[in-house]
């Protein structure tokens, strides 16, 4: 299933039913009273973040989504049916905005949790309200309220206890490989990954979530390389792993512009724990020069580790790691 992290649609929640102008017309009453009945309540539209849901993808095709309307009311004081409410299912992590002002209107952040988008026009009132000692026979009734309509932005955001991030072709898929049950793409060319991946990752009794966010470049703070949209999958992440590829002879240079990215895209980002991953020991044959050399350049006071994603080596040590930080998060 294709990946989709963001949408627009229109809500429309349905109209209130009209009130009835009846009367009574048995023939044992000759001179009936009034019996009009009110109108059923508009179909609300709500939005439900259910976690079988992982992808926006239903709505970039249906993006118009509407409630049903109340009913009219009746004779003999029957008020109308009202309308069925439509619930939009979304995944866990969904934001919702509205799309003219962006206002933040529900952060479904959990399994199960709600929102009210557009709520239902009231019904009209039958004639039965506007009888009175004057007026006997009113034919007077009201017609039901419209629903709200809006214009929505739907956001997903993925709900990971870790991210990876780096420089494409770091090795980031490849660690995820070996730590989860996760399999994204991989192979030895840049751009592989082109969605967030997610995996669980055991260690002894405890779990945590891990997301592979796609490799990034200089710019994508501004959008490069669809760059914005993908980091904003790392703000709900509790730490950060900077995968690095120490096969590269500019890695301390590639590690400072994924840092520079992370704080013009947002300060709160930039100041989450972010420990580096120095990936491909394998490949090399003077790994510990080359991982203090980089060290001595970033000035890295922070976590650091030493791995191969594709021997395994490193990597145990890297979540037993994490996991005790979630714990004391």
Known sequence: ???????????????????????????????????????????????????????????????????????????????GRGGRDLELRVPAGTLVRDEASGELLADLARDGSRALLARGGRGGLGNTHFKSSVNRAPRQFTRGEPGESRRLALELRVLADVGLLGLPNAGK?????????????????????????????????????????????EGAAEGAGLGHQFLRHLSRTRLLLHVVDITQPDAAQGTRAIAAELRKHSAALYRKPRWLLFNKIDAVQDAPARIRKIVSALRWKRPWFKVSALTGEGCREVCKAAARELARA
């Open 1 to 79: 299933m294709k990946f989709i992290d963001e949408a627009k649609i229109e809500v429309h929640a349905g109209k209130g039913g009209d009130g009835a102008a009846t009367f009574r017309r048995e023939k044992y009453v000759p001179r009936g009273g009034p019996d009009g009945g009110d109108g059923g309540r508009g179909g609300s539209v709500w939005a439900r973040a259910d976690r079988n849901v992982n992808t926006l993808i239903d709505y970039r095709f249906a993006r118009i989504h509407r409630a049903e309307h109340g009913a009219r009311g009746a004779r003999a004081n029957c008020s």
């Open 173 to 217: 898929s490849s660690f995820i490989r070996a730590v989860s049950s996760a399999r994204p793409k991989v192979a030895d060319y840049p751009f592989t990954t082109l969605n967030p991946s997610l995996g669980v990752v055991r260690v002894g009794e405890a779990s945590f979530v891990i997301a592979d966010i796609p490799g990034l470049i």
